[in-house]
């Protein structure tokens, strides 16, 4: 990643593969203190495929639409839209989930407002749009 002049390596966020049956990948956005913020709502055949994707959704981060929900057994957790002329499809296509559950929709939101951050490093590490 990058370092400040002699601070040793600076920590940020990490953004891992993460391997799956039948031979798909996701991806899993965790924080510099290891806890997992985001995974991906879609899985990939391959690579580039998954590459492909991180790169839209960092140039798309400003424009991604949140929906925040609680789900049967009463957590909270939320996901991230692409905006419809990403996808062409007539609803936005969900491209990022929280990685677990959480008590409070306070909390949740909390989460959600990490991963905004963590993506706005990310898109600075990596120099995308």
Do not use: H, K
């Not at 009463?74 to 559950?101: D, F, H, K, N, Y």
Request: hydrophobic share 40%; glycine share 12%.
């Amino acid at each position: 990643m990058s370092s400040d002049s002699g601070a040793g390596p600076r920590r940020g966020p990490r953004l891992l593969t993460v391997r799956l049956g039948g031979g798909r990948i996701g991806w899993l956005l965790a924080a510099a203190n290891g806890r997992q913020l985001a995974r991906s709502a879609v899985t990939y055949r391959s690579e580039p495929e998954l590459d492909e994707a991180v790169r839209q959704l960092l140039v798309e981060r400003a424009a991604l639409r949140y929906l925040v929900q609680q789900d049967g057994d009463r957590s909270w957790g939320w996901s991230a839209l692409l905006p419809v002329r990403s996808t062409g499809q007539a609803v936005g296509e969900a491209v990022a989930r929280s990685a677990r559950g959480y008590l409070r929709q306070d909390q949740c939101r909390q989460g959600m407002a990490s991963f905004q951050s963590m993506l706005q490093q990310l898109r600075a590490l990596r120099g995308a749009g």
